[in-house]
């Protein structure tokens, strides 16, 4: 959709412009950078913050959820790397190369890049983006270009660190790399971070973002990661976009996937006031399967939007996106999904299929499965459900002698278990279950 | 395909010896002025002696349609309207008078040519009657550009009390339903090709079903675009009663020109309590030529209002002409226990362009809808689902399920489907799926194994995908929908 000709700008836009023309000078990278930036931030200016009438952001009108901007955050001080320190707890027991970004900012002395797998490198981003690092010459914004999005312009912009990992070809890295990224600043701030991972031919690679940020401060978190897969590689990817955090949290995923390459996705999200968690993926070679899955459990006046649009320019890739939303209180849920099958991309399969849970009667869910499709000799389908526990299954339960808040609590564990179950790190798979378990006990009192 | 064979003499071009309904009638016309202004709108307001209250009408309409933008969200294509390139009336001359006797020769040869009978004693083509069965009767309101120029069994309907009248006679003849229904379903300023028709419609029919009956027969409107450079504008308006019930059809088809003409239409359908009502649609205007040339730009609104308690609205349609379709019949679930009904199947060949489909919106309680929407994609065309499903806070126990297939002939077109579906209340339930395939070798094989041409193969295969839909139509339609399958197939195999 053609953005509309807007003359007049919000607080949160005039705030953001201020806040670019302050921190550029400050911003790490060098003239090529610096264009980069410059004419990102352009085409954000041109549009402005997404709003209802941009069908992408239909449900997730941003310049009302966003009245204003808060300021960019600060380099982090030993208070704030000390508050760090419990962040990805969820995780804890997970054998993990953990790298800490606190408020937007690596800091090695809370990260574990000692002994490095053969063939795997790691650099926090303000460093490859100062000293000129040829992998992001060649990736940086160009994975699946998403110029269109605002959310990616805005990123593009005012990324200050990241992660910049790169998986030789043919390495594989046995432990999990854990990116923890934790907002600790007791004012709101704004953090704007960007990583690209590049997981080379035949290389096998899990990664884990987490998201966190003090409860109770409105923090509004930026985030994006671009991933690239190399024919043959195997790579994980689970994002987890938790606690008890009042944070805007706009994410987003751009995923360029080879040939006969095996892809899991898996996002969590039980944290955030307003989300936005957005995949943007592409198939480039034949014989790809994926698994893209998703739950996210929201209570209170909770809002949070899962957009992902699966891109098929090459034939014969097998996917299959499960999306489970739980919706209590007053929250809300957005799923928009969107299959392309471009033309001669024949033989794919690919099946989407959304469900969401409501719990209470103000909870409100809204889905847009979306196929476009240009391939005849393919099969595509999706589903789409939304509806209460269903009360004959709680009737039978109960009638088995199990309380009416439990079986409520079996019936919904097994409807976000569904997708949870993709998960194949078994430690990663357990601690999200119990996660659930304890959202749902939490729900009780 | 012999029901092609036996049209070649009818048609002007190989290319397109699909459409068979593409000839004109050489007949004189009375036109408006080319071009849109508020003169247009009066005078079409003067041709049909409208009271005051419907010109202003038209010309508020009309004032807004100015400050309004037109849409660009369909996924459709196509060069810049004019709208000023257009004639908003046209009418043959020599209006129809007291008795079909003196509709102009011309007109009734043109509507016999399409198989539809003017004449009370006739009956559908292509229908044949199962032995002792009685005769099934439809009454006609034959709509030629902008004017209707017949309509049939006046009398008999009105012996049960069922009005059945253009609608610019009715404006004149009840003036106050008209008044109290109009533009209640679609406000004039509804959106911008509905906002065009409110200030220029030109005629349409009007059918009122009184408490209580059961309409006699099933009621039918063809509509026809003869003159070149035309738009057609026309605007249907039922209104079924408490515990009435009728089922009406509709039928278009136009010549073959090289230009592109304009159909906007609304259809408003209300239901009061216990009231159903059945619209049944065979879109078959001139899709274009295998080039995309010419063709109708089909911009449609239609919708139902369920305002009574348990009423039902169900639509039907199958759309297989217009170089354009932006059409999505809905249906507003008010009423408590009300039901909603869509079942549609749109075909599209050549570079045709659909974007159709529905919308439900529940806002009483218990209510129902059902949505069953199956898209063939052929040629270069592109073939597009785009529905609306959404159950207010309010609308406790809303019940929905929705099934849109799409199926795939050839590499270069496109299926898609855009579904919304928001609920807002936890006891709505609402179940949709989709798939999008093609048609299976195997089965082709199959048929191919027990002596059955390709082409015949894909017309059985496809008559099966759409059998669910088919079911819908009455019998009348059904037959000839079933032809209209296989001749908007017809050159999709190999």
Redesign the interface.
């Known amino acids: ?2 953005a509309e000709l807007r003359t007049v700008k919000t607080a949160a836009e005039l705030s953001l412009a201020e806040s670019y023309a302050a921190a550029k000078p400050k911003l790490p990278g060098d003239g090529k950078v610096v264009a980069l930036r410059e004419a990102a931030f352009k085409r954000f200016d041109a549009q402005g913050l997404p709003h209802r009438r941009v ?1 992408a952001w239909k449900y997730t009108d941003l310049r009302a959820m966003m009245r204003e901007a808060k300021p960019l955050a600060g380099l982090p001080d030993a208070a704030a790397k000390a508050r760090a320190k419990t962040a990805g707890s969820l995780l804890a027991d997970m054998d993990a190369r953990r790298l800490m970004f606190v408020d937007g900012v690596f800091v090695p002395e809370l990260s574990d890049l000692a002994k490095l797998e053969t063939g795997l490198e790691i650099r926090p981003l303000a460093q490859s983006l100062a000293s000129g690092d040829p992998l992001l010459a060649t990736h940086l914004g160009r994975v699946v270009p998403s110029d269109g999005d605002p959310a990616v312009t805005l990123n593009t912009a005012l990324m200050s660190d990241g992660a910049v990992i790169r998986v030789a070809a043919g390495a594989t890295v046995e432990r999990p790399i854990h990116l923890v990224f934790v907002a600790t600043a007791e004012k709101p701030v704004s953090i704007f971070t960007r990583s690209l991972a590049v997981v080379e031919k035949g290389a096998r690679v899990m990664l884990v973002e987490s998201h966190e940020g003090a409860a109770g401060v409105e923090h509004q978190i930026n985030t994006a990661l671009e991933l690239v897969i190399g024919e043959g590689a195997h790579a994980d990817h689970v994002k987890i976009i938790g606690g008890d955090s009042s944070m805007v949290h706009v994410s987003t995923l751009m995923a360029a996937i080879g040939a006969r390459a095996r892809y899991n996705d898996f996002s969590y999200t039980t944290g955030g006031s307003v989300v936005r968690n957005q995949l943007f993926l592409r198939f480039d070679g034949e014989g790809t399967l994926a698994n893209i899955r998703g739950a996210t459990l929201l209570k209170g006046s909770q809002h949070a939007d899962v957009t992902m649009v699966a891109d098929h320019a090459a034939g014969g890739c097998q996917c299959r996106e499960v999306f489970k939303t739980v919706l209590d209180d007053k929250s809300r849920g957005v799923f928009q999904g969107k299959i392309i099958v471009r ?2 991309s ?1 033989k794919t399969d690919a099946k989407m299929m959304t469900n ?1 849970l ?31 526990l269903d009360e004959n299954l709680k009737f039978y339960l109960m009638a088995r002698g199990i309380p009416e808040k439990e079986a409520e609590t079996l019936l919904v564990q097994a409807f976000v278990g569904d997708a949870i179950e993709g998960v194949e790190h078994a430690g990663l798979r357990d601690a999200l279950m119990d996660d659930v378990v304890a959202w749902l006990k939490a729900r009780g009192t | 395909m012999p029901a092609v064979q036996e049209t070649i003499e009818r048609v002007r071009r190989i290319d397109v010896d699909q459409y068979k309904y593409g000839f004109v009638t050489d007949i004189e016309s009375d036109k408006a002025p080319k071009g849109l202004s508020e003169d247009t709108v009066r005078f079409i307001s003067a041709k049909k002696s409208e009271p005051e209250w419907m010109l202003n009408w038209r010309l508020e309409a009309y004032r807004r349609w100015l400050t309004m933008r037109e849409p ?2 369909a996924r459709v294509n196509y060069p810049k309207i004019d709208y000023q390139d257009y004639y908003y009336y046209s009418a043959p001359k020599k209006k129809a008078l007291a008795s079909l006797d003196e509709v102009d020769p011309e007109i009734l040869k043109t509507y016999e040519k399409l198989g539809i009978p003017l004449r009370e004693q006739e009956m559908l083509a292509g229908v044949v009657r199962p032995e002792g069965e009685p005769e099934r009767r439809i009454a006609v309101d034959a709509v030629f550009d902008s004017v209707s120029v017949a309509t049939t069994f006046k009398e008999e309907l009105g012996k049960a009390g069922v009005l059945f009248m253009p609608i610019s006679e009715a404006l004149r003849e009840h003036p106050d339903l008209v008044k109290k229904y109009l533009g209640t379903v679609v406000p004039v300023s509804d959106n911008f090709f509905a906002t065009l028709n409110s200030a220029v419609f030109s005629d349409g029919s009007f059918v009122y079903v009184p408490p209580g009956v059961r309409c006699p027969m099933e009621l039918s409107t063809y509509f026809r675009i003869n003159e070149a450079n035309t738009g057609q504008f026309e605007r249907t308006l039922i209104i079924a009663d408490k515990g009435s019930y009728v089922s009406y059809l509709e039928g278009c088809t136009a010549p073959m020109r090289d230009e592109n003409q304009l159909h906007a239409a609304v259809v408003e359908l209300v239901a009061l309590d216990d009231a159903e009502i059945k619209y049944s649609t065979v879109q078959n205007w001139y899709p274009g030529d295998a080039d995309g040339k010419g063709g109708i730009y089909n911009f449609v609104t239609k919708r139902g209002d369920c305002r009574g308690e348990r009423s039902k609205i169900s639509w039907t349609q199958v759309e297989t002409g217009s170089a354009i379709t932006w059409k999505y019949p809905s249906c507003i679930l008010r009423g408590d226990n009300s039901t909603g009904e869509f079942y549609s199947i749109a075909i599209s060949n050549g570079r045709q362009q659909v974007d159709s489909g529905t919308k439900m919106l529940h806002l009483g309680k218990n209510t129902k809808s059902r949505i069953i929407s199956k898209g063939i994609a052929a040629g270069r065309s592109d073939n597009t689902y785009r529905g609306l499903v959404t159950a207010h ?1 309010k609308a406790i126990g809303a019940r929905n399920f929705t099934n849109c297939d ?1 199926l ?31 048609i299976s070798e195997d089965m082709l094989f199959y048929c191919r194994q027990r002596g059955l041409s390709a082409e015949e193969a894909v017309a059985l295969v496809v008559n099966g995908f759409v059998k669910d839909v088919l079911q819908q139509l009455p019998m009348e339609f059904a037959v000839e929908a079933q032809k209209l399958i296989s001749i908007s197939l017809e050159g999709s195999v190999g």
């Not at chain 1, 009667?361 to 847009?368: F, I, L, P, S, T």
């Not at chain 2, 709505?428 to 989709?434: I, L, R, W």
Request: aromatic residues 6%; charged residues 25%.
């Open positions: 959709m053609k069908e033309q001669g024949q969401s409501l719990l209470s009667d103000e909870a409100e869910a809204n889905q847009k499965p979306e196929l476009e499709i240009f391939a005849d000799d393919v099969q595509c389908g999706h589903g789409a459900t939304s509806g209460a | 660009t969200w806070r799409s795939l002939i050839g590499d270069h077109c496109g299926a898609h489907t855009v579904p919304y579906i928001e609920a807002k209340n936890s006891s709505a339930v609402f179940e949709h799926e989709a798939t999008t395939s093609k």
